[in-house]
């Protein structure tokens, strides 16, 4: 069976990418259709902190109102912690006002997304389960749905279809090299009444044995994630409840423990993985991926939406460029070219996303990020401005993931070299070297970086 209309583009999924990308292309007066296998309100604890770069991408798609009426958090900026001591980074300003980030409620956020496209009379949405894609003489014309409530399957047609079915995506291994890789797993309570010490920031935790994140998600409620390393999710049980009350809260600041302790007896918790997808789309015709589908990067530096909204501009604008979708070839080539593209504006939001996580997992390394950052001034600074998004200069990012290392080393080797400190200090370069290569090599880096890092595996 197949519905009675031929779209230019046929979006998998109405999540933060797919609802943005059918809400951009709706309004550029493309015809766009939405499958969505559910529509009602999510309890979610993942995409709850857009940053700066990812507020200024929705403005320059035209869609910031969606921000609006979310009772969303202005976030300032970051406050880090450890071992007692704290310190707090401003994000970049602009004629003399910071550009702020949004802490809100990921469920509100998408049902906003999803009331905007459904006013839009270009885009059709309907509620349903994708099961295939079809493929015809090699090229994908369209999917094959199962509507919510109707027997059997139907089909739609476009010229193109965009995946953007998540970090679960059932297209991603038939589209690409699937390397799948969970660094770790986060669990999340909701915080409620909760005084944050910085008001308006997000809050790291730089704890052991492995980070925390706070940040408020509404005027009532904040965010606090915990990071639980290694292969294994953590489940309800007397020891987890031990391990976060005699572990973690110690390690948290002291205005926020009796909120803590109470979410802590409420018991309410999710868990989520943590996964590192590089983008390796393989060369289909017909067909994209866009979000957790196509790449995925550690949330510790909450960047997921900010990515997805950067590729939905750059892709976006190459499909409302066309002058005509019939003409399919054209309509491959900006696919093409976005992907060509896209390391260019994305690659500091992944790299820093694990390297950090890297960082956060080597205790001399996390010491002596912790030192550089705090010593303020373009130590602080540039590196904020690259966490927010707001810049997106790859060289300049590793820059400063090699002084910190180097930071460290100095500290390290004071009041006097020792064979020992000499010892930890080889060590430390090359962790970082070890972190942050994989990262770069992801991202398609240009000939100098490539012969940089020849340089760096001879020496280490
Ligand atoms: C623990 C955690 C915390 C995070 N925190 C942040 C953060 O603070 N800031 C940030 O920017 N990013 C964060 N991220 C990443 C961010 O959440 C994602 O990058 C973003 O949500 C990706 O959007 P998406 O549209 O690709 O996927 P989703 O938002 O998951 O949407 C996918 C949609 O596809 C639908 N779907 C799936 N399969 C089908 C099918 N077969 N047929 C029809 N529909 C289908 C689903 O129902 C869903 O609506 C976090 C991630 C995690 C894991």
């Given amino acids: 069976?197949?519905?009675?209309?031929?779209?230019?583009?046929?979006?998998?999924?109405?999540?933060?990418?797919?609802?943005?990308?059918?809400?951009y292309l709706g309004r550029n007066g493309l015809r766009v259709a939405v499958v969505e296998k559910n529509m009602a309100e999510q309890e979610r604890m993942?995409?709850?902190?857009?940053?700066?770069?990812?507020?200024?991408?929705?403005?320059?798609?035209?869609?910031?109102?969606l921000l609006d009426e979310l009772d969303a958090q202005e976030i300032e900026g970051y406050a880090l912690f450890m071992n007692g001591d704290s310190f707090k980074i401003s994000y970049p300003e602009e004629g003399g006002q910071t550009i702020t980030g949004r802490g809100l409620r990921n469920g509100k956020f998408v049902q906003r997304i999803r009331q905007h496209i459904l006013s839009i009379p270009g885009v059709r949405v309907f509620e349903g389960t994708v099961h295939e894609l079809i493929e015809e003489q090699g090229r994908i014309t369209g999917i094959r749905f199962a509507e919510k409530n109707v027997e059997g399957y139907q089909d739609i047609t476009a010229r193109l279809t965009i995946v953007c079915d998540g970090m679960f995506s059932s297209f991603r291994a038939q589209l690409s090299a699937n390397e799948k890789k969970v660094s770790s797993f986060f669990m999340g309570m909701i915080l409620k009444d909760c005084n944050l010490p910085?008001?308006?920031?997000?809050?790291?935790?730089?704890a052991q044995p492995s980070p925390?994140?706070?940040?408020?998600?509404?005027?009532?409620?904040?965010?606090?994630l915990i990071d639980f390393p290694g292969l294994e999710a953590p489940r309800k049980s007397a020891e987890l409840t031990t391990?976060?009350?005699?572990?973690?809260?110690?390690?948290?600041?002291?205005?926020?423990?009796?909120?803590f302790m109470t979410a802590l007896a409420e018991g309410k918790f999710k868990v989520m993985p943590n996964h590192l997808i590089p983008a390796k789309p393989f060369n289909r015709t017909g067909v994209a991926m866009i979000g957790d589908s196509l790449n995925m990067r550690h949330p510790l530096t909450g960047g997921g939406m900010t990515a997805a909204f950067s590729d939905i501009l750059n892709l976006g604008k190459r499909l409302t460029a066309l002058s005509s979708f019939e003409n399919i070839?054209?309509?491959d080539e900006s696919v093409q070219e976005f992907y060509a593209s896209r390391h260019k504006h994305n690659a500091t939001i992944n790299i820093l996303a694990d390297a950090l996580y890297g960082v956060m997992q080597n205790e001399d390394l996390k010491v002596a990020c912790y030192d550089y950052l705090k010593s303020g001034g373009t130590h602080a600074l540039e590196p904020i401005s690259i966490l927010?998004?707001?810049?997106?200069?790859?060289?300049?990012?590793?820059?400063?993931?090699?002084?910190?290392a180097l930071y460290g080393v100095g500290s390290m080797l004071k009041p006097f070299p020792t064979k020992k400190r000499f010892s930890r200090s080889y060590n430390m370069l090359k962790t970082a070297v070890d972190i942050v290569q994989p990262l770069v090599m992801n991202e398609h880096p240009n000939l100098v970086t490539r012969s940089a890092f020849k340089v760096a595996d001879a020496i280490f």
């Fill in 212 to 224: 925390c994140l706070i940040y408020p998600i509404s005027s009532t409620e904040t965010r606090i």
């Fill in 198 to 206: 910085f008001k308006n920031h997000g809050h790291v935790i730089v």
């Fill in 1 to 23: 069976m197949k519905t009675d209309q031929q779209f230019d583009v046929c979006i998998i999924g109405a999540g933060v990418a797919g609802g943005v990308m059918a809400a």
């Fill in 243 to 259: 391990y976060l009350t005699e572990t973690i809260a110690p390690q948290l600041p002291a205005q926020i423990l009796t909120s």
């Fill in 388 to 404: 927010s998004a707001i810049s997106r200069d790859e060289p300049l990012l590793l820059r400063h993931f090699f002084a910190v």
């Fill in 46 to 65: 993942i995409g709850e902190l857009l940053q700066p770069g990812g507020v200024i991408k929705l403005r320059e798609l035209g869609l910031e109102h």
């Fill in 329 to 331: 070839e054209a309509v």
